[in-house]
């Protein structure tokens, strides 16, 4: 069964990093893009950024500068390093993947979350 697991969130002054990962397993075809969102309390969830299989990256403008998306195409793995946080940054974080099983199937997965919290 195909998984989507985030680790690395947690509590973190302003003007400090931190590194989220999210490893994917199961039995897949092909990792086509893969990003991530985030959501705060009271807020809809929000594209952070995405990275296709060429490792083309986009970013929204809050975080553009401060965020770096990339992948391990080995370890099946997406990483935010996320530098310069700043208290708005507080949200729940989620991974996002675009999966083929084949050539004609594929299917967007969601991890279930990792807690970014900025705060004095």
């Known amino acids: 069964q195909v998984q989507l697991v985030e680790s690395g969130g947690g509590l973190v002054h302003p003007g400090g990093s931190l590194r989220l990962s999210c490893a994917i397993s199961?039995?897949?075809?092909?990792?086509?893009?893969m990003g991530w969102y985030r959501q705060a309390p009271g807020k809809e969830r929000e594209l952070v950024a995405g990275?296709?299989?060429?490792?083309?990256?986009n970013y929204a403008d809050s975080v553009k500068g401060r965020f770096t998306i990339s992948r391990d195409n080995v370890k099946n793995t997406v990483y935010l390093q996320m530098s310069s946080l700043k208290p708005e940054d507080t949200a729940v974080y989620y991974c996002?993947?675009?999966?083929?099983?084949?050539?004609?199937?594929?299917?967007?997965?969601w991890g279930q979350g990792t807690e970014v919290t900025v705060s004095s």
């Open positions: 199961g039995s897949i075809f092909r990792i086509n893009a």
């Open positions: 990275i296709s299989s060429s490792d083309r990256t």
């Open positions: 996002n993947a675009d999966l083929s099983f084949n050539l004609i199937r594929s299917k967007i997965y």
